[in-house]
């Protein structure tokens, strides 16, 4: 790396053996966004089955599809690519597209999960506010368009400053199964 400094600007000039290095600029690598942002775990049809993450997940063991409660229509499932730490899913287990295609004991489920799910993250992990919602169809921005699924999102003042905006980037400071654990066992206690 090499610097020449000029009185009105200083320029930084990178060897190319450099890449992922820390920087003058305190870049925050994220490579594992790269796999969301190619398609990785979207379904490449709207069929349900082995073809969809949310139908999948459920068949496997709650610490590897990152489940954190089991209901009886309905799932809440760590979100793969969050938002924030904490970032929860409520999933029902039929492969449904529409929230207005959902029973009325999905749609019930969902609100009663969703409301639990704000209780233990408020009790684990005491954020100031959340976020609620679901995206519908691709152009709503849902990621997976063919599986209905609410986002419950904790929130912190100050969680999203310049990172997102200069930099493309949001720091999660939890790993994933960090999170799922310590979720799944408050959810007897605070749900």
Known sequence: MAADHDADQVRIEFDDDEVGVPDPFRRLWTPHRMAYIGGQDKPASARAGQDCPFCRAPSHRDEESLIVHRGEFCYVVMNLYPYSPGHLLVCPYRHVAGYVDATAEETREMAELSQSAI?????????????????????????????????????????????PIIGGTRAVPQLLGDGRALLAEAWETHA
Do not use: C, E, K, Y
């Open 119 to 163: 209780r233990v993250l408020t009790a684990t992990s005491h954020p100031q506010g959340f976020n609620l919602g679901m995206n519908q169809g691709a152009p709503g921005g849902a990621g997976v368009a063919a599986h209905l699924h609410q986002h419950v999102v904790p929130r912190w003042i100050g969680d999203t400053n310049f990172l």
